[in-house]
């Protein structure tokens, strides 16, 4: 029976199931599409690296003997829409069988379901074999509880996958070394260069130009440094293992101006595209920890594991779990505009010109970078958490809808009113002074609250607690913080509440 099969742009996994032996009467089928590139504003390097990707993967494919039908950007036969260039295929090939791997966003699950009602010939849905977890295994897990908590999540997948285990008690005794995963760098430890792979996209590159197709950010030389084949992708997670694992838990959360990667792995984008299991890395990871016990401590391994095995796969279930209509939420009702200098950098406030042109440079930022910089000033100015899903999905390499809403609107933003983080995540300047040196050459004042030269982030944190009152008091985790509100005098309160206004205002002039 001749077959057609669907590879989007996130399923690049050459070790998956239909890829064993070629047949010859399967032929598989990628697109690149304007309909994936204009739902949102995307990095440059983020287009890039998808098409390079793709187009990676389907030579990889021919050169194990498989068919492959590839439309490129700019082919003349390409529709530009997913339905037509299917409809297309079946027609030409006579096609008498059509079969998708699962797909990780709402949009195309619907989009694929409506074409399969429409055809006429057999359809069939697999999975993509990449996760932990099914589709709606978390939600299995959390049927009748009344809090989500990762934790709890990520302890049964531990147990389930025996990984750091000794019986039914964590290894070292303890479940999560976050405590010690909060360390700032203060160039005290080297770190080595990151692995640059140099890829050649100058080819991806004229075709994304020539037809005109709008991003943000910049791309250097016509190279792209992230890996775009299970071989790169190899050699990123042996290159981690070797030079960064050994500190990446200390320094997880650490932020500073000299220092774009850190210890940090730059798998995200491999991972999520699919060129590399979780599995596998957390194999590769453990193994290496293993035989190096001597030189490197279970808080560096555990931190990392904890964000694949329990983080990643914890957001991707909450995403299936909470269905189509979480992207609407705005518990907080937020409905200021976010501010333009997020599209330039160009802000007096060190912290966010420099974690927004790292952004804007690389399409990266580390998970604290995203939640308490660029996130936090987002929820102090209460911006509407649509504008800030769209920066956030279209500016990171990584960012896929399943990963990035949840993330963004639940854990970043709290427009969900708490399904996944337990309470908001904002502060003041001196936890970005703690975990960073931002606050040493800026602009702005990080212990003044109200002058000229004031911190913005100090009284946009004391009014945010102020205007949300009414959400937020009675959460139990906020109770110190509005204890600390309570204690400042109404003209005190009232200075700090005019200057937060204002920046509100004016957000262009800080």
Same mark, same amino acid.
């Given at each position: 029976?001749?077959?057609?099969?669907?590879?989007?742009?996130?399923?690049?996994?050459?070790?998956?199931?239909?890829?064993?032996?070629?047949?010859?009467?399967?032929?598989?089928?990628?697109?690149?599409?304007?309909?994936?590139?204009?739902?949102?504003?995307?990095?440059i390097?983020?287009?890039?690296?998808?098409?390079?990707?793709?187009?990676q993967?389907?030579?990889?494919?021919?050169?194990?003997?498989?068919?492959?039908?590839?439309?490129?950007?700019?082919?003349?036969?390409?529709?530009?829409?997913?339905e037509?260039?299917?409809?297309?295929?079946?027609?030409?090939?006579?096609?008498?069988?059509?079969?998708?791997?699962?797909?990780?966003?709402?949009?195309?699950?619907?989009?694929?379901?409506?074409?399969?009602?429409s055809?006429?010939?057999?359809?069939?849905?697999?999975?993509?074999?990449?996760?932990?977890?099914?589709?709606?295994?978390?939600?299995?897990?959390?049927?009748?509880?009344?809090?989500?908590?990762?934790?709890?999540?990520?302890?049964?997948?531990?147990?389930?996958?025996?990984?750091?285990?000794?019986?039914?008690?964590?290894?070292?005794?303890?479940w999560?070394?976050?405590?010690?995963?909060?360390?700032?760098?203060?160039?005290?430890?080297?770190?080595?260069?990151?692995?640059?792979?140099?890829?050649?996209?100058?080819?991806?590159?004229?075709?994304?130009?020539k037809?005109?197709?709008?991003?943000?950010?910049?791309?250097?030389?016509?190279?792209?440094?992230?890996?775009?084949s299970?071989?790169?992708?190899?050699?990123?997670?042996?290159?981690?293992?070797?030079?960064?694992?050994?500190?990446?838990?200390d320094?997880?959360?650490?932020?500073?101006?000299?220092?774009?990667?850190?210890?940090?792995s730059?798998?995200?984008f491999?991972?999520?595209?699919?060129?590399?299991?979780?599995?596998?890395?957390?194999?590769?990871?453990?193994?290496?920890?293993?035989?190096?016990?001597?030189e490197?401590?279970?808080?560096?391994?555990?931190?990392?594991?904890?964000?694949?095995?329990?983080?990643?796969?914890?957001?991707?279930?909450?995403?299936?779990?909470?269905?189509?209509?979480?992207?609407k939420?705005?518990?907080?009702?937020?409905?200021?505009?976010?501010?333009?200098?997020?599209?330039?950098?160009?802000? /007096?406030?060190?912290?966010?010109? @420099? +974690? !927004?042109?790292?952004?804007? $440079?690389?399409?990266? #930022?580390h998970?604290?970078?995203?939640?308490?910089?660029?996130?936090n000033?987002?929820?102090?100015?209460?911006?509407?958490?649509d504008?800030?899903d769209?920066?956030?999905?279209?500016?990171?390499?990584?960012?896929?809808?399943?990963?990035?809403?949840?993330?963004?609107?639940?854990?970043?933003?709290?427009?969900?009113?708490?399904?996944?983080?337990?309470?908001p995540?904002?502060?003041?300047a001196?936890?970005?002074?703690?975990?960073?040196n931002?606050?040493?050459?800026?602009?702005?004042?990080?212990?003044?609250?109200?002058?000229?030269?004031?911190?913005?982030?100090?009284?946009?944190?004391?009014?945010?607690?102020?205007?949300?009152?009414?959400?937020?008091?009675n959460?139990?985790?906020?109770?110190?913080?509005?204890?600390?509100?309570?204690? /400042?005098?109404?003209?005190?309160? @009232? +200075? !700090?509440?005019?200057?937060? $206004?204002?920046?509100? #205002?004016?957000?262009?002039?800080?």
């Amino acid at each position: 029976m001749k077959t057609l099969r669907l590879i989007l742009g996130d399923q690049l996994n050459i070790n998956h199931s239909w890829f064993k032996t070629p047949q010859h009467h399967v032929i598989y089928c990628l697109f690149e599409m304007r309909q994936e590139t204009d739902y949102t504003e995307h990095h440059i390097l983020k287009v890039v690296g998808f098409f390079a990707a793709m187009r990676q993967f389907a030579k990889d494919l021919k050169t194990k003997k498989h068919r492959v039908a590839y439309f490129e950007i700019d082919a003349p036969n390409n529709t530009q829409n997913l339905e037509e260039n299917l409809s297309t295929l079946i027609s030409d090939h006579q096609i008498e069988r059509f079969e998708y791997m699962e797909p990780d966003e709402h949009r195309l699950d619907v989009q694929l379901h409506e074409f399969c009602k429409s055809i006429e010939i057999p359809s069939k849905m697999c999975s993509s074999e990449h996760f932990y977890t099914s589709r709606f295994e978390l939600q299995s897990f959390f049927k009748g509880k009344n809090q989500f908590l990762m934790e709890t999540f990520y302890r049964y997948m531990r147990k389930k996958h025996d990984i750091l285990m000794v019986g039914k008690h964590p290894e070292g005794g303890k479940w999560n070394y976050d405590k010690s995963n909060r360390k700032p760098w203060k160039e005290h430890i080297d770190i080595p260069p990151f692995k640059q792979f140099d890829n050649d996209v100058s080819t991806v590159l004229t075709a994304i130009e020539k037809d005109n197709i709008k991003t943000v950010g910049f791309i250097e030389n016509s190279t792209l440094d992230y890996p775009i084949s299970l071989h790169q992708a190899e050699a990123q997670l042996q290159y981690f293992c070797e030079h960064l694992l050994i500190h990446f838990g200390d320094f997880q959360d650490a932020m500073h101006t000299h220092e774009v990667y850190l210890f940090h792995s730059r798998l995200s984008f491999a991972l999520n595209i699919k060129l590399i299991s979780p599995k596998h890395v957390v194999n590769r990871v453990l193994d290496y920890y293993r035989a190096h016990e001597e030189e490197i401590h279970i808080s560096q391994v555990e931190g990392f594991i904890r964000q694949l095995l329990g983080w990643r796969e914890y957001m991707r279930g909450m995403y299936w779990m909470l269905g189509i209509d979480y992207k609407k939420k705005n518990a907080l009702k937020s409905t200021n505009h976010l501010a333009n200098f997020f599209w330039t950098g160009n802000t /007096k406030m060190n912290c966010l010109k @420099n +974690a !927004i042109t790292n952004s804007l $440079q690389n399409a990266y #930022a580390h998970h604290i970078q995203r939640l308490m910089i660029t996130g936090n000033y987002a929820l102090l100015t209460m911006t509407h958490p649509d504008e800030v899903d769209a920066w956030y999905l279209g500016m990171y390499m990584d960012a896929i809808e399943w990963v990035q809403l949840p993330n963004t609107r639940g854990m970043s933003q709290y427009a969900d009113g708490g399904l996944i983080a337990t309470k908001p995540y904002i502060s003041s300047a001196n936890y970005i002074h703690k975990m960073s040196n931002y606050c040493q050459d800026c602009y702005y004042d990080k212990k003044s609250v109200t002058g000229p030269e004031a911190c913005p982030f100090n009284s946009l944190y004391w009014n945010f607690l102020d205007e949300k009152r009414d959400q937020l008091e009675n959460n139990l985790r906020m109770k110190m913080m509005y204890s600390l509100l309570d204690k /400042k005098d109404a003209s005190e309160l @009232n +200075a !700090i509440k005019e200057k937060a $206004q204002h920046i509100i #205002a004016n957000q262009e002039d800080y």
